[in-house]
């Protein structure tokens, strides 16, 4: 190695770890390169789907999601001694969301590039192509279809074949290639299938807008502080971001409240609901159980064949099949009828059902007007006579307040007061009902 070479090295690998941090950019430690991640800036609204009439069966068929983020590809070099003024650098160029067939397309590009800057340093020209031109250098476009490269039709090709061979690139994913497609060696889709690629996905797009809310400031509306992202919360459907602490003075006064459907949104006339993962982030334990069950219990009270055991001691719900009226409770093992609650009685008519308990109660109160209005006056001032002999056969007059009260109770009471009150206006006795006292003592 010429120390010119190894000078161009040096000075190469430092400006790229000065200008870029350690999750783009990773000197290795025993040779001469490193690794490379290059981030693409996608554009707004960019779309992913998966074809339904896909060959791997998935639940995901037809699958289509908004992004932001997709992950990044990883250009793993090592230079050689003679490099830059002889040799390229030797690379692998890998990626999950790329066909073998798009990498190699990229792979033969690098090649071009090297070409061009033949004799000087070549790995940032690289970086910036991969960044900011691999979308338009394989006409990728929104919505962006997802394939795995099938590995019976690949055929591995080396670095300097792959330069004479012209690629052919359309569509959204890349246009159909020939039957037999020839796929550059360094090309590496590094994913496992088309499912745990979707999920990579959505997870990585996930985690990066994630770590861009947390860097940025933000406005609270309720006490009106600027605050990171880290200290902010948002609203899924709307976007709309307040501080954690304001959110969570007002999860725990609907959560106290019961009212557990109206975590919404506090802007105005905001439809958006707060997750269950974000009512956890922020309110203690205790406060989130008591959410869990009441949220629990109202979803359960609006679902039409859900039906609760009428075990007092038991409540616990049941799933109604259709069309049929037994239900056994799991917990308690308790086979009822879903229309009158008791025991289940197969095809015997039930003995009040649910719309007859209303007739019932409907009939008892229509009755007793009835027989109110066949009451006679007659009978009425007979009862009347008769109370008023059993007050006066057991029961004398308070002389202060004239209660009628029963002797032995009266008695007892003066008795207990020492003949200091009446058992009902609790005043002095006075007169000749003292005498009536002192007669029964």
Not at 32 to 51: A, C, H, M, S, T
Not at 87 to 107: I, M, V, Y
Not at 226 to 247: D, I
Not at 404 to 409: L, Q, Y
Request: contains cysteine.
């Amino acid at each position: 190695m010429s120390s010119e070479d190894r000078e161009a090295q040096e000075d190469e690998l430092l400006a790229l770890a000065n200008i870029y941090d350690g999750d783009e950019f990773r000197k290795a430690e025993s040779v001469q390169g490193g690794e490379i991640r290059i981030y693409l800036d996608l554009p707004q609204n960019f779309k992913i789907f998966v074809n339904g009439n896909s060959n791997e069966c998935l639940q995901n068929s037809g699958f289509e999601y908004t992004i932001c983020f997709l992950p990044p590809l990883v250009l793993n070099f090592e230079l050689p001694p003679d490099y830059p003024s002889t040799s390229p650098p030797s690379f692998t160029l890998s990626g999950k969301w790329l066909s073998p067939t798009q990498l190699s397309a990229l792979c033969k590009r690098l090649d071009h590039l090297w070409e061009e800057h033949h004799g000087s340093v070549v790995l940032f020209a690289w970086m910036q192509f991969l960044k900011e031109e691999t979308l338009a250098h394989l006409n990728i476009v929104s919505p962006f279809e997802l394939k795995m490269g099938s590995q019976k039709k690949v055929q591995r090709n080396t670095a300097q074949a792959s330069t004479t061979t012209e690629l052919d690139f359309g569509g959204a994913a890349g246009s159909d290639v020939d039957e037999e497609e020839i796929v550059d060696e360094r090309a590496v889709q590094d994913v496992e299938s088309l499912s745990s690629l979707i999920r990579e996905i959505l997870d990585f797009d996930q985690a990066q807008q994630i770590k861009c809310f947390n860097g940025k400031s933000f406005l609270c509306n309720i006490c009106f502080c600027e605050k990171l992202g880290s200290e902010c919360m948002y609203f899924m459907e709307c976007r709309h971001v307040y501080c954690k602490a304001c959110l969570k003075d007002y999860f725990e006064i609907q959560i106290r409240d019961g009212q557990v459907q109206c975590l919404n949104c506090p802007e105005p006339k905001c439809p958006s609901v707060a997750t269950p993962g974000q009512v956890k982030e922020l309110v203690e334990e205790e406060l989130f159980a008591r959410y869990d069950r009441l949220l629990l219990q109202s979803t359960l009270d609006r679902m039409a064949d859900v039906v609760y055991c009428p075990r007092l001691c038991c409540q616990q719900p049941v799933m109604q099949e259709p069309g049929c009226t037994m239900g056994i409770c799991s917990s308690c093992n308790f086979a009822f009828c879903t229309l009158c609650r008791l025991t289940y009685h197969g095809v015997s008519p039930c003995n009040l059902t649910a719309d007859s308990q209303d007739d019932d109660l409907q009939a008892r109160v229509a009755n007793k007007r009835f027989l109110r209005s066949r009451c006679r006056k007659r009978d009425i001032v007979r009862e009347e006579k008769k109370s008023k002999q059993w007050l006066k056969t057991n029961s004398k007059s308070c002389p202060c307040c004239g209660t009628p009260t029963e002797v032995n109770v009266l008695v007892q009471t003066w008795r207990q007061t020492d003949l200091q009150s009446c058992y009902h206006c609790l005043k002095k006795p006075i007169g000749p009902f003292y005498e009536l006292l002192v007669h029964y003592l």
